[in-house]
């Protein structure tokens, strides 16, 4: 919004100085900058609002001992999360840009998801919210309707999303030279599926004061690179090229939606972090999730996203093997799933856990950025 109605004036004697707002970078920045600004000063009223309201955290009675002392805690704190994110992508995102527009509609519609989920719990003071198939029903209904929009519709992306809609870009390998190329039905279930499967593990990881929102903003600021050097150009000539990564002109933008989410994230973990005041709930993390999903199919790295992600991948095959392996044989392969509860069972404190998996989305993401180069 900023930039739609500021941007115009540069062209003004005495408002020159308006013409930053033509570089994403400036851009990243202010969304970055306003998005820890709204959280850091809501957060304190918004705390508040829940505890008046008695909107408390429903704990697993055969979890951690140690999680017991969190029952009651402020929760649904992720609703502040995506009021920033939205407000601050809106201000500063260029209103153009049909992927930025397609990446906020899928993170609301998850939160409107994931709020009917935590309306539930509290409702019923119980861990049962909507039923996993209701949820999944609704999460795919979103994300097929988004891809299938990507494929058939007016999607107005440009002509460089319909040259590479339906290829799958291989990380180490150059995009130009070994494309695959998916069929469109297929490319859309394999897009939807994506974004449902990183929207809940997100949601899986969600369980420790603090997990979540380390490894989601460190997936978005490495999603930010990515998005700026798939569309952004230098003296005529797109980095795109030299670095063997789809072309994406659209993609630019999401960069701005990348910092919204880092601010937000910021703002949110400073009464989050161990022990936590407030936390997310399902209204942030199966919209964040959803959101980092969109991202990935977007600028083409649907593949990547299993590298950069690899903590929510690690969190969700944890609790696939855990249900698998005692259906079916009667044991598990875990003291307790999500993996990081496992840890926790072992003795590890709980600060401990959190900040090693942090360290590990940090050299998934470096590895995941090395990628630009080896191919």
């Known amino acids: 919004m900023i930039y739609h109605l500021l941007y115009p004036l540069s062209a003004h004697p005495g408002f020159g100085f308006l013409n930053v707002l033509r570089y994403v970078p400036f851009r990243v920045l202010a969304a970055t900058m306003t998005a820890m600004l709204l959280t850091f000063g809501l957060y304190p009223w918004f705390i ?19 999680h017991l002392s969190k029952a009651g805690t402020p929760t649904m704190g992720g609703a502040l999360i995506l009021l920033a994110l939205v407000a601050s992508t809106v201000l500063w995102a260029d209103p153009n840009s049909s992927a930025v527009w397609l990446t906020l509609a899928v993170t609301a519609a998850y939160g409107v998801v994931g709020y009917i989920d935590d309306a539930q719990k509290i409702r019923k003071k119980s861990t049962g919210g909507l039923s996993a198939r209701g949820k999944l029903v609704l999460q795919f209904t979103v994300a097929l309707i988004v891809c299938a929009y990507l494929w058939y519709g007016e999607s107005g ?21 070994h494309p695959i190329s998916l069929p469109p039905w297929l490319y859309v279930c394999f897009g939807a599926f994506v974004i449902v499967a990183t929207s809940n593990c ?101 593949l990547l996203s299993v ?6 991948v690690v969190e969700g095959v944890s609790v696939i093997g855990q249900v698998a392996s005692y259906k079916l ?47």
């Open 307 to 312: 590298l950069l992600g690899g903590v929510f």
């Open 329 to 375: 044989f009667r044991k598990r392969i875990f003291l307790m799933a999500p993996i990081h509860h496992h840890f926790e069972k072992k003795g590890w404190p709980e600060p401990k856990v959190i900040v090693r998996f942090w360290i590990i989305s940090i050299m998934l993401a470096l590895a995941s950025l090395a990628t630009l180069k080896l191919r």
């Open 157 to 177: 992306l440009g002509a460089d999303w319909l040259g590479v809609r339906d290829r799958l870009s291989i990380p180490f390998v150059s995009f130009d030279r």
């Open 202 to 302: 997100v949601n899986l990881t969600d369980g420790l004061d603090g997990l979540a929102i380390g490894p989601v903003m460190i997936n978005a600021g490495t999603y930010a690179i990515l998005a700026y050097l798939a569309g952004v150009s230098f003296f005529g000539h797109a980095l795109a090229h030299y670095l063997h990564v789809p072309e994406l002109e659209s993609a630019s933008d999401l960069a701005v939606y990348c910092g919204a989410v880092i601010g937000a994230g910021f703002g949110f973990l400073w009464f989050n972090t161990y022990p936590a005041q407030v936390f997310m709930g399902d209204v942030g993390s199966l919209a964040l999730g959803g959101g980092l999903g969109t991202l990935a199919v977007l600028t083409k790295n649907e």
């Open 48 to 66: 508040r609002t829940l505890q008046s309201r008695q909107i408390g955290q429903v704990v697993r009675k055969e979890g951690p001992a140690s």
